[in-house]
Structures are given as structure tokens and as C-alpha cells.
């Protein structure tokens, strides 16, 4: 009976202690650099971004990829034990997890190229710099649509042929939806009130709310829908495959999202996380970048690349003299919950 | 009397051995699943066990979240009827034809299960949509376009096709284990083959059926991806309320709630498919 009993033990133990042994904690960790990111284009992210910077820096890089949310979770849940350097990560979630504590402000001395990128995108309270953006317009069918839209009033207006859909709350151009339609129909982009009020007013009329890039493309594509506000990435594999594909800038209303490379808070590797914020702004990485995942730069030094520019036109090269803006991003944060439960409630209905 | 004593000690000996292969097995099950699951459920980031009732709370009374909760369980019951109706038969034939067909019947019942599920519900798109194939058909009918995408139907749908080869191979499981020799024998005894399905075939595949019935119910209602693209926003049901929690508010206590919902939904209907399965074997 005792032997028995001794075994199990000792198998527990041996459990234990692969358990403990499959989670070391990375201490003041100088080789390695563990960067979160988009689980979109890592091939080409690792290619572009993560390799040269291997071979400049002697760092190896890990990538642990996954959406904005899971990722920030993640974050939130080692907070105490971080073991991630660099995020990766959307404004609005960024938003978030500044709130939460999860990031560390940088010094601009060790990110000399924060001197240098477009100003809008150094933030403000001396987090992680934006390294992208990405335009709110609409997308639309061109052999459906017979004029280029002009305004967000394309959507409202009974007349308009084929349908549309419109973004889901949980997709980046959903919250900034909302905004754009504050903004051109209320007082202002803050005025969340009137863009939920009109988008509640067609949003019975819409075919779907949709959760996903693939989801509206496709949409586009069998014509289901003539037009659909999306972000001006969207459109760019369907306008460089030359497909009927359209993307209108409306004259007002216009808002953008931005994604911004953090450092973590209390990251195993700061310098390390503080050289690779800074090889990401560097405009030869910036136009590789742009070229191989579509990526607008933020330096006004790179190279930014003909199908953006048909895509989007000049706000592709310089979204804050185009009239673009993120919106207030501490409102979108922090009224997440609320407008989560007003979009179910009173627009998609 | 000595000998007696000894056999006791060999039989203690030989259940400590017993507990000592099992308990690798159980720590794993109990550090790897439950205890996980437990303090998700529990303890979210962010919140306690009391913010996680109270949001339960306000889940189970909100006049918005009820036809939600209402929803779900709709759509799983009637996925799984539908499952059962469809599924049986097909696992009645396949257990009653000749061994080198039902194998190849089986591997093409269970074919879909190997289709990637975007890749499935894109298909649906493509024949529920406005300009899809049955919306030709009814309209070149003269019936006028028909418009089933982003409906609870298009779900339904969906989720018979998703689950459907569960059902069968459960259905299946039980049935192939069955004599046919005892149906041949009701019938012998004069029953007529609707009393013979009735009374004999049936229940003896109770059991199996009604395990497909658990897993077909369990995977209705915690499905995320299917009903997310043929239900859209306006369809919301459980699982797809728990993303937009977990990835629109960050809100891990209202999302611990939805999911508790869920895992109290399933494992209901699991005690009760369970109790039905022993009654149906004692009788």
C-alpha cells in the first residue's frame, strides 16, 4: 500500500516540476526580444522587419501572434511576471492598455527616429509611437455605384442602389463609424449620441454587419452589397487584382486608426524593445514594409507605395493635412462597454 | 483464515496500484482542465467571484440578453432534432448494409468533418445569399427573391450541416453493435417494421442516439464561427455575445458570465441525456 502511495507522489512531483520547467520566467533577458504582433503577414513581417533586425542587432526575435484583444489579455494576466518586450497593437486597444498600466512610457532619446515620423503619430502622453495607419472610407463597387460617394450621406441616402453593410462594433471601423457619423451629422466627433442615432436609422436597412475583412470582400465581390464603410486596406488586394473595386474618402467625417508599437511594462529586454521600436520607424524598413504588407509609413523619409496612392490618394501620404484624425481614443476606451450594448440594442437590429 | 487475509492484501495492493496509474492521468485533468476552467469561470482577470454573479445577474434579467439566451437554446434544440431525424436513418443504413460498404459510407458521412469550417460557411454564403442559388431558384420559380442569410434559419442550417456526421457516427456506434438477428426476430413474432423500430431497434440505440444528441446540443450552443457568418450581428446568440465581451469591451467578468450560462446549458442537458440513457437500459 505504501509503495503505491510513494509513486504517485513521486509522479506528481515529476509533474510539478515539468510544469515549472515548461514556464521559466525571462529575467533581464539581452539575446532575446519577444515581440507581439498581428497574426496577419508574419511570414513577410519576419522577412522584412524581424530577420535584418537579427542580423543588425544580434537579438533573436520571437513573434507570438494573435488578435488585438487576446493579445492585450494575455498581457493584462503577466502583468506581474511580463514576458513579452514589444506590442504591436491598434490605437483603441492600445487606449486600454494604457489604462490598464500594461505599457511604459519612452524616453524619445532612445528612439531617435520618434524626432522624426509624421507628428501626429508620437503620442501624446509619451507612450509608443504609431508605425502605421489605415483611412475609414467607403468601399464600393464601381460598375454598381455609377458616382464616386462623396459623403457619408451616400449610405442615408434612399436612393442608393445594391445594398450595403456595415462594420460590426467589434471590428476597428466599427467604434470609428460612429465617430465619422458624429461627426458629420452632430457636433463634432465626439458627438457619439447623433452618430448612434443615425446609424440606427439604417441600420435595419443594412445587409449585415460585418466582423471581419474577408467577410466584406466577399460581400463586395458577389455583389451582395454595393458599398460598405471599410478601412482603405481592405480595398488594396481587390484595386491592385483589378477588380471593380472602389475606395471614397467622404469629405467629412474623416477618421483614421492607427497601430503603435508599445513596450511593455517592466520588459525582460528594454533596450532591446526600445532598438527594435526604433529599426520599425526607420524609413528603409518603413517603405519595405509598405511594400511587402501594405503597411502606410508614418517617416516622412519612405517610400510610399503607388498602390496606396490610388488606393487612398494624398491622405495616404499625409493623413493629418487630408483632414484624417483617430478620434478620441480615450472616449472609444472608455466607453467600450456602453456603446458594445448600444450597437446591439439600437443600431443592429 | 491466513489465506484469506492474504488475498485482501493482494486485492489492496493491486486497487493502490490502480490509484497510483490513475492519479498521472487525474492530476493532468484536474491542473490541465479543471482548475483552469474553474478560475477562468471565477476568478477573470479583473474580477471576483462576486462580480461574476452580479453580472450573471444582470445577464439572466436584461430584457436585450433574454431572447439571446432564448435564441440559443432554440437554435441548439432544432439543430439537434434535425440532427436526430436526419442522422439516425443514415446510421440505420450504414450499420445494416454490407461491411465493405459501410465503411466507405461511413467515411463519407463523416467527410465534411474534415472541411475547414470558414471554408464550409462561405460555401452557405454562396447558396443562401441575395444573389446565391436558392435565391435563383425561387425567383426563377416566379416566387420572388428569397432571403435566408443572416437569419436564425441560415444558422440552423449551418450547424445541421457542421454537426450532422456527429450524430450519425453515435447513432452508428450503438446500432452496429446491435443483433440484426433481433429485429428479424420482432418480426418473426408478427411485429410490423414501424413497432419493430419502436419497440426493439430504437431503444437499444438509445444510448448512442442520445450521446449524439449531447454532442450535437453541447456544439450548437457554444459554435462561434457559423453562426457568427450566416447570423451575423442582428442574430446574436451566446457564443457570439462572449466574443464581442472578450474582444469589443474587455469586459471579462460580463464575459465570464455568458460563458457560465453556457457551461450550466450544456452540462444540464448532459445530466439530463444521461438519466434519460439509464432509464432507457433498465427497462
Redesign the interface.
Known amino acids: ?1 505504501r ?3 510513494t ?2 507522489l513521486a ?2 512531483c515529476a ?1 510539478a516540476a515539468t ?1 515549472t520547467a515548461c514556464a521559466p520566467t525571462r529575467e533581464a533577458d539581452t539575446d532575446t526580444l519577444v515581440v507581439s504582433t498581428f497574426s496577419f503577414a508574419t511570414e513577410q513581417f519576419m522577412e522584412v522587419v524581424a530577420e535584418p533586425f537579427e542580423e543588425r542587432t544580434g537579438i533573436e526575435v520571437v513573434l507570438d501572434t494573435g ?4 493579445r ?2 494575455k498581457l ?2 503577466n502583468k506581474e511576471r511580463p514576458d513579452t518586450d514589444v506590442v504591436l497593437i491598434s490605437d483603441y486597444y492600445a487606449a ?1 492598455g494604457k489604462e490598464m498600466g500594461l505599457f511604459e512610457r519612452i524616453d524619445p532619446e532612445t528612439v531617435p527616429n520618434m524626432a522624426e515620423i509624421q507628428p501626429w503619430a508620437v503620442d501624446p502622453e509619451g507612450y509608443g509611437p504609431a508605425y502605421t495607419f489605415q483611412l475609414l472610407g467607403l468601399m464600393y463597387r464601381t460598375d454598381l455605384v455609377e458616382e464616386e460617394p462623396t459623403s457619408w450621406g451616400a449610405l442615408w441616402d434612399p436612393e442608393h442602389p445594391g ?1 450595403f453593410a456595415l462594420p ?3 471590428v476597428s471601423a ?1 467604434p470609428l463609424m460612429v465617430l465619422a457619423t458624429g461627426e458629420t451629422y452632430g457636433s463634432g466627433p465626439t458627438d457619439a449620441d447623433t452618430g448612434f442615432e443615425r446609424l440606427a436609422a439604417i441600420g435595419p436597412d443594412a ?3 460585418y ?1 471581419s475583412s474577408t ?1 466584406v470582400s ?1 460581400l463586395l465581390e ?3 452589397i454595393a458599398m460598405a464603410p471599410s478601412l482603405d486596406n481592405f480595398a488594396m488586394n481587390a484595386v491592385e487584382a483589378g477588380q471593380p473595386i472602389g475606395f471614397a474618402l467622404p469629405e467629412e467625417g474623416r477618421l483614421m486608426t492607427a497601430n503603435t508599437a508599445q513596450i511593455v511594462n517592466g520588459a525582460p529586454n528594454r533596450a532591446g524593445a526600445e532598438a527594435f521600436v526604433d529599426f520599425l520607424l526607420d524609413p528603409q524598413v518603413q517603405s519595405e514594409v509598405a511594400e511587402v504588407i501594405y503597411d502606410k509609413p508614418v517617416h516622412p523619409d519612405a517610400q510610399v507605395t503607388d498602390l496606396m496612392t490610388r488606393v487612398s490618394g494624398e491622405a495616404a501620404v499625409n493623413p493629418t493635412e487630408a483632414g484624417y484624425h483617430q478620434g478620441d481614443l480615450d472616449l472609444i476606451a472608455g466607453e ?2 456602453s ?3 448600444r ?3 439600437e443600431v ?2 | 483464515m491466513r489465506r484469506a487475509a492474504n488475498l485482501t492484501g493482494v486485492e489492496l495492493s493491486r486497487r493502490g496500484t490502480l490509484f497510483a496509474l490513475l492519479v498521472p492521468g487525474l492530476a493532468v485533468l484536474l491542473f490541465g482542465f479543471l482548475y483552469p476552467v474553474a478560475a477562468t469561470l471565477a476568478f477573470p482577470p479583473d474580477g471576483d467571484p462576486a462580480t461574476v454573479a452580479r453580472e450573471t445577474g444582470s445577464l439572466l434579467t436584461d430584457p436585450y440578453l433574454l431572447p439571446v439566451i432564448a435564441r440559443t437554446i432554440r437554435v441548439a434544440v432544432v439543430t439537434t432534432l434535425i440532427c436526430l431525424v436526419l442522422g439516425f436513418p443514415v446510421a440505420y443504413l450504414i450499420s445494416r448494409v454490407p461491411p465493405r460498404w459501410s465503411g466507405k459510407l461511413l467515411a463519407l458521412a463523416i467527410f465534411p468533418l474534415m472541411l475547414n469550417t470558414v471554408v464550409r460557411t462561405y460555401g452557405w454564403l454562396v447558396v443562401l445569399g441575395g444573389n446565391g442559388l436558392l435565391s435563383s431558384l425561387t425567383e426563377g420559380l416566379g416566387l420572388g427573391p428569397s432571403r435566408l442569410l443572416y437569419t436564425e434559419t441560415a444558422i440552423v442550417l449551418g450547424l445541421v450541416q457542421l454537426f450532422l456526421p456527429l450524430m450519425i457516427l453515435s447513432c452508428y456506434s450503438s446500432l452496429s453493435q446491435q443483433d440484426p438477428r433481433l429485429e428479424e426476430a420482432a418480426r418473426g413474432l408478427g411485429a410490423s417494421p414501424g413497432r419493430a423500430f419502436r419497440q426493439v431497434v430504437f431503444p437499444l440505440a438509445l444510448p448512442g442516439a442520445l450521446v449524439g444528441c449531447t454532442l450535437v446540443f453541447a456544439g450548437a450552443v457554444t459554435a462561434f464561427t457559423t453562426p457568427q457568418l450566416l447570423g451575423g450581428a442582428r442574430e446574436r446568440i451566446l457564443s457570439t455575445l462572449l466574443y464581442s465581451r472578450v474582444n469589443v469591451s474587455l469586459d471579462w467578468p460580463a464575459a465570464s458570465a455568458v460563458a457560465l450560462v453556457m457551461t450550466v446549458l450544456v452540462l444540464v442537458v448532459s445530466a439530463l441525456s444521461s438519466r434519460l440513457s439509464a432509464k432507457g437500459s433498465t427497462q
Open positions: 500500500m509503495r503505491p502511495v509513486a504517485a509522479g506528481l509533474l510544469a488578435n488585438n484583444a487576446t492585450l489579455t493584462r494576466i486600454i445594398g460590426d462594433i467589434s466599427g445587409l449585415q454587419f466582423s467577410e466577399s458577389r455583389g451582395e467600450r462597454s456603446w458594445l450594448d450597437f446591439v440594442e443592429a437590429r
